[in-house]
């Protein structure tokens, strides 16, 4: 692939080193060394030039993404929607069910196979990178870059919180209080690899929001927005809070009988985007097993 963008240089910058420039858009310094290995990979007024280079007023900087390795990973025809895409990123919907990255029990039933069977069919190159982690039976919005700057930028996007993510889940009961945050550290249960619990000790920090938004059968629908991103934090902090998620089978085993996997969905997806800067928001309804529950 070749992703070509281009800058007008103002006032603003005027005598600013390239690399300066670059930095300021959210070029890492892993970028800029990437992009010095391509006599093309940064050009000034059309020449290719050192990172060094001076910017003036009305110069034309131009930065040239250029990537051919495809992964090694089996296409397979997945069902899976993709909400938006361009030549940085795509915003994809993931159903339930389907994990994000193969492992040792699931080689060729993820996105990353979905994907690399899309992406063959339009004969482009492509390598999965995702830039935030569902649960195999969490369904909802992710964001995979294109390409290993954009992938850079969201990971630092989402490391500063820039990133925001807002899940539905459905519990049993009517939750007291209909909303609050729960500020509980994260850690491993010693008892499994997989597990999370609550540890105050050894933990690392925790904030969820939550708000009731419907309650209908018996059972509420949860509104979820993350400060942090660990791993199973709205899972296990929803148990801790007393209301843990239908169908969960690791936190919730004995309350599996209306749905066959955790009742939670990644809802929303708010961000600004890395290369262009242009405000991003997506929705995803909830899908049907979930919305049958109501």
Request: charged share 25%.
């Amino acid at each position: 692939m070749n992703r070509i963008i281009s800058y007008t240089i103002t006032e603003k910058d005027e005598n600013r080193i390239a690399a300066r420039f670059l930095r300021g858009l959210g070029f890492s310094r892993r970028n800029l060394s990437w992009l010095k290995t391509d006599p093309e990979g940064v050009a000034l007024n059309g020449q290719g030039v050192h990172l060094n280079a001076r910017l003036h007023a009305g110069d034309h900087l131009t930065v040239k993404i250029r990537e051919d390795e495809t992964s090694s990973l089996v296409p397979v025809p997945l069902a899976f929607d993709i909400l938006y895409e361009d030549e940085d990123l795509l915003v994809v919907c993931k159903p339930a069910g389907m994990p994000l990255h193969p492992s040792f029990q699931n080689t060729d039933n993820t996105l990353a196979n979905a994907l690399t069977w899309y992406f063959l069919q339009k004969q482009e190159p492509f390598v999965f990178r995702c830039s935030n982690r569902l649960d195999r039976d969490t369904s909802g919005l992710t964001i995979v870059s294109k390409h290993r700057i954009a992938a850079s930028m969201l990971s630092e996007m989402g490391v500063r919180r820039e990133i925001h993510r807002e899940y539905l889940a459905i519990v049993r009961g009517q939750v007291t209080p209909p909303c609050g945050t729960i500020d509980a550290p994260i850690g491993r249960a010693e008892d499994s690899i997989i597990s999370r619990r609550i540890d105050f000790d050894h933990g690392e920090s925790a904030v969820t929001h939550y708000r009731v938004i419907r309650e209908a059968n018996g059972l509420s629908l949860v509104s979820l927005v993350l400060e942090t991103g660990r791993t199973h934090q709205i899972r296990v902090h929803m148990k801790h809070l007393g209301y843990p998620l239908l169908g969960d089978h690791l936190y919730n085993p004995e309350d599996r009988s209306l749905i066959a996997r955790q009742a939670l969905h990644a809802h929303r997806l708010r961000f600004v985007h890395p290369l262009t800067g242009t405000p991003m928001d997506f929705t995803s309804p909830l899908p049907k097993d979930m919305a049958d529950l109501l």
